[in-house]
């Protein structure tokens, strides 16, 4: 069955310091991975995806995510946080070999919090 | 500004009552879902549509409805609303290519059933 982990709830950082949110899935083919950011009161923003090629993506706002697949997982990382960084992220995954099946699976979320 | 349009953002229905949450998009993209987000519980597939005319059930189906005439709109129909019911309620589309495509959200529908 497929399904996506983000262990962390919260995810606590100083601007300027790096940040890593925690991403693992488990699906039976291929994977296509996918970021999303909800900043309060509003709907998602798609951030960043994987589909194939190269396992370092970069999206918007200054975020990349490592694919690995030995273990399973596709961290998403920014290099300096910024205040304004601060939100809810959202890890989802799709099997690419799952046909008409075209329902992604999404993880819980983890609260991002920079402090100044 | 090409995107997806709710409405309305704000809801407060009594039980027993129905509405309908309307969806909009301008991009003329192929997939459309509903979603709704209570807090722990993250974002639960409600119904989605891969095309006019095309509907299927998500994981939370029950005591709502969908109808897909056009690709443009996807509208979300609460039967006869209960307290469960009460939940931020989010519409998404995509371009079709077999979900390779990230989706673009509204900004949400806020309802309260007292």
């Known amino acids: 069955a497929q399904s996506v982990a983000q262990p962390e709830d919260q995810v606590n950082v100083a601007e300027g310091n790096p940040l890593t949110v925690k991403c693992t899935y488990s699906v039976s083919g291929n994977p296509y991975l996918f970021w999303y950011v909800q900043y309060p009161n509003r709907g998602l923003q798609f951030l960043l995806k994987y589909i194939t090629g190269d396992n370092l993506v970069k999206g918007s706002y200054g975020f990349e995510a490592e694919f690995n697949k030995s273990q399973t997982s596709f961290h998403l990382k920014k290099p300096s946080a910024l205040v304004s960084d601060s939100a809810l992220y959202f890890c989802a995954v799709r099997d690419s070999n799952a046909g008409n099946n075209r329902k992604l699976i999404w993880g819980l979320g983890t609260s991002l919090a920079v402090n100044p | 500004n090409a995107g997806v349009t709710q409405t309305p953002k704000f809801q407060v229905l009594k039980t027993g009552q129905s509405m309908t949450l309307q969806c909009a998009q301008d991009?003329?993209?192929?997939?459309m879902s509903w979603y709704r987000q209570d807090p722990g519980m993250g974002l639960r597939l409600i119904h989605y549509s891969v095309g006019a005319g095309i509907t299927d059930q998500g994981e939370v189906p029950n005591g709502y409805n969908v109808s897909r005439s056009t690709t443009e709109d996807f509208p979300l129909r609460l039967l006869s609303a209960a307290p469960s019911q009460t939940s931020v309620y989010f519409c998404?589309?995509?371009?079709?290519?077999?979900?390779?495509?990230?989706?673009?959200f509204g900004s949400g529908t806020r309802l309260t059933v007292v």
């Open positions: 991009m003329n993209h192929e997939y």
């Open positions: 998404a589309s995509r371009d079709s290519d077999r979900g390779k495509y990230g989706y673009t």
